[in-house]
């Protein structure tokens, strides 16, 4: 069962308890709906480049160094966490000059990571 049809039977179901109209329970309805199905904007995010960490006049933690055409020095701060993906490596094991591929979606200006593969080559 899906979260809209679940909200929709607590609202319903209220509403006949309290002794109010189905209408009024549709409105209400809509509003959490509207409410709690926020559409978040996410992008995903798929680089290669350097990583690097604690580099001056960045918030502390890991970064991506990578380039695109026309842009070159590009960064993206990584949230790196136990449901994080390292190949090649140990995500403990990661060091500053590390080549990789980093996926994952952008929230906030930052990449939650998915996976991260180090190129041995």
Do not use: H
């Amino acid at each position: 069962m899906n979260i809209k049809r679940i909200i929709f039977a607590i609202c319903f179901l209220s509403t006949i308890i309290l002794g109010l109209s189905g209408a009024y329970a549709y409105d209400v309805f809509q509003s959490l709906n509207d409410y709690l199905l926020i559409e978040v904007k996410t992008s995903i995010f798929k680089e290669t480049g350097n990583l690097i960490k604690d580099n001056p006049g960045l918030e502390e933690g890991w970064y991506l160094l990578y380039e695109k055409p026309g842009n070159p020095g590009l960064t993206a701060r990584l949230i790196i966490n136990k449901n994080t993906i390292c190949k090649n490596k140990i995500c403990e094991d990661l060091l500053v000059g590390d080549r990789a591929s980093v996926s994952g979606i952008i929230l906030e200006n930052n990449v939650l990571v998915k996976e991260i593969i180090i190129n041995l080559d």
